[in-house]
């Protein structure tokens, strides 16, 4: 049998299962990651499941996205995720030392490994050759407890890059070029495996920002070979042991191929307000631009921030244009300070900001009402800088600094000066921010300052529910709309009960109230509902509210996963046609909903209001009937380790 990298790393990890796509299968989980925004939940269920010391390989706390402390919530929040990793085998990235799938790349990830992350761009860690996946704060906790990880054994998608692409043009556009290809909703069920000549002409870094973004097309993950390159990447880290080759079979077979031509490609952005609304920079013409920012995990490396140095080097930021750099570690920082680089973005008027996550996830910097901001990032949905009206354009590195130059959107194949920026032979190494963990048996005291809140767990599954249709929304609704994120409301990231009065806000600011009112209901959803994120705060405040199932067309994967892990119900329509027939406010009635959840794949939904019924079906597995029945996952994992 001839196997591809994604069926040979899940061979040499499978714990039950047949690979066989579509079934379910589960795998061995050898690293975990965390961040500070769903580490919080994720270390609360680590706590709750009651094992002492993580069994994975290696497990990483970061601290990345709130970083602001603009009150004592985060500080308390980094304490408590301080203190109970130290306490249970868990290494700790303290503020400042970078961007969690950044670091990782750089000072943890092993190819051939399997990584669990708490966050939707873990994929990153692909490029290094590792499965890495983003799943929700509860499926890292049960992985942290040596369980295994459950997923739908993937389709795998072949991508044969051909050729090498020209100066300035930059790996931002080949991703962009596959989010065009495939939407946003195109990766579901998918892994997507980079292969080809043209890997060769991609550092690892390349790879990351491309297997980064792949979270955007709604894949379980995307991976890249692990050959010289990375070797010689590792041997820079000075991590050459923990290299090896990962390459598949020659005569390897892929469910579905696809193939682009590097040198066929040019500089492309992502228009408002979705990662795949893809058109060329050219063919966007030349618009005005109020802010830029460059950084994210997507594209924060040592090489791309040179990259924007060049660019910027004897310049000065247009006048009309707010410049913000984040670099994505603190090792790139350091480096770009020690060499000089740094200077020249200073120089420029570029302002720096902390490694962090920081404007990407909506902590300070949103742009003016009705801006133009360009970022390097992998998200633009509406209102996700902060600003609802700002219209945000997603490009390359190159794209970004040479338009905050210009003040205009640029293309960067005009620039007349070299792209050849050299790789490092060694980075600069210095993990002195990464706080081991304590000794087995410790008496390490966790702290849980008044902002660490208890969590909500559901009761079991009931046989029959009555609820009113609470809210209506449409298709691609992100997890941004479900539990928004901003510099007001990252900080309650372990205060659920608070965050839920902001639940689908966006969509309907009244929501929360009236599914308070009416002691919880239902949710009606287009499809890819819930794509974004891997927050599970966007099923931990429904299920506060009192939802008991969401019925929608379709939903994105690590969404879904949470909300069977919250005891929520996520149900499709057998016709679509029947998300016509719903208004709000409707009564809905399912008679039979624990036994349907134990035996059945549908159920008939009553919709009393209009004296009609329609028939509604759900993917679950034994185990997932199981979690369901006894309302969540958590309930679930204690109940087998009795
Ligand atoms: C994001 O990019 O939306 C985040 C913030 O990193 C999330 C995690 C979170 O909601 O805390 C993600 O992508 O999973
Ligand atoms: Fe942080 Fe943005 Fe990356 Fe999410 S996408 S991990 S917020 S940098």
């Not at 750099?325 to 790139?332: L, Y």
């Not at 210095?430 to 809140?453: L, T, Y």
Request: charged share 20%; hydrophobic share 40%; proline share 5%.
């Amino acid at each position: 049998m001839f196997l591809n990298i994604t069926q040979k790393i899940i061979k040499s990890h499978l714990v039950s299962g047949n690979m066989i796509a579509g079934e379910e299968i589960s795998i061995k989980i050898d690293q975990t990651l965390t961040q500070d925004s769903t580490g919080t939940m994720a270390y609360l269920e680590f706590e709750a499941i009651g094992i002492p010391r993580v069994k994975t390989k290696r497990s990483v706390a970061y601290i990345d996205h709130n970083t602001l402390q603009s009150g004592f919530e985060n500080a308390d929040d980094h304490k408590y995720i301080q203190t109970v990793t130290k306490k249970h085998g868990i290494y700790f990235s303290r503020p400042g030392n970078g961007i969690c799938h950044q670091v990782h790349l750089e000072r943890f990830g092993i190819p051939g490994q399997t990584l669990l992350g708490s966050d939707s761009h873990t994929p990153t860690g692909g490029g290094l050759g590792m499965l890495a996946i983003g799943a929700g704060g509860l499926d890292v906790a049960v992985a942290m407890g040596g369980g295994a990880y459950y997923i739908t054994m993937p389709k795998v998608v072949k991508v044969n890059l051909v050729g090498k692409l020209k100066p300035w043009v930059a790996a931002k556009d080949i991703i962009l070029e596959v989010l065009r290809l495939l939407t946003v909703k195109g990766g579901v069920g998918k892994v997507i495996e980079y292969s080809g000549e043209g890997v060769k002409t991609l550092s690892v870094p390349e790879r990351a920002t491309i297997t980064n973004m792949g979270a955007e097309l709604g894949a379980t993950t995307s991976v890249f070979p692990s050959d010289d390159i990375t070797k010689e990447f590792l041997k820079a880290q000075g991590r050459e042991s923990d290299f090896s080759y990962i390459l598949p079979d020659d005569d390897a077979a892929y469910d579905e191929e696809i193939t682009i031509d590097l040198s066929k490609l040019v500089p492309l952005a992502a228009k408002p307000h979705m990662p795949d609304n893809v058109d060329t920079v050219k063919n966007i013409g030349k618009i005005k631009v109020d802010q830029v920012a460059i950084g994210s995990c997507t594209n924060s490396s040592y090489m791309d921030m040179m990259k924007v140095a060049k660019i910027l080097k004897g310049k000065t930021v247009a006048e009309d244009v707010s410049l913000v750099i984040s670099p994505g570690s603190r090792q790139v920082l350091n480096m770009l300070s020690q060499n000089g680089a740094l200077a020249d973005m200073i120089s420029a008027g570029a302002r720096i900001l902390e490694t962090a996550c920081g404007p990407c996830i909506g902590m300070g910097q949103s742009p003016k009402t009705d801006a133009i901001s360009l970022r390097t990032f992998n998200r633009n949905f509406e209102g996700r800088s902060g600003t609802k009206s700002a219209q945000v354009y997603l490009v390359s590195p190159e794209t970004a600094a040479l338009s905050a130059i210009n003040g205009y959107l640029s293309d960067p194949t005009e620039l007349d000066i070299s792209n050849e920026i050299e790789m490092p032979e060694k980075f600069l190494i210095n993990d002195n921010m990464v706080v081991e963990p304590a000794p087995e048996n410790n008496d390490v005291e966790v702290v849980r300052g008044p902002n660490i809140k208890e969590y909500p767990v559901n009761g079991k599954l009931e046989m029959s529910v009555t609820g009113k249709a609470l809210i209506k929304v449409e298709d691609n609704i992100t997890t941004d709309h479900i539990m928004p994120s901003n510099a007001k409301l990252l900080p309650f990231r372990s205060n659920v009960p608070y965050l839920s009065n902001f639940c689908l806000a966006p969509c309907d600011d009244k929501f929360p109230e009236r599914a308070k009112e009416n002691g919880g209901g239902f949710i009606i959803a287009g499809s890819n509902y819930g794509q974004g994120s891997s927050r599970e705060h966007a099923a931990l405040a429904p299920l506060y509210l009192g939802i008991k199932g969401v019925i929608a067309k379709s939903f994105a994967r690590i969404h879904m996963a949470n909300l069977i892990n919250s005891g929520i119900l996520p149900m499709t329509f057998a016709d679509e046609a029947d998300y016509d027939k719903i208004d709000m406010m409707d009564t809905l009635v399912i008679d039979n909903l624990l036994d349907s959840v134990k035996n059945d794949n549908s159920l008939v939904v009553k919709n009393v209001t209009k004296g009609t019924e329609f028939k509604v079906n759900f993917a679950l597995s034994d185990r997932q009937r199981d979690i369901m029945a006894l309302g969540g996952l958590l309930n679930y994992t204690k109940e087998m380790s009795k």
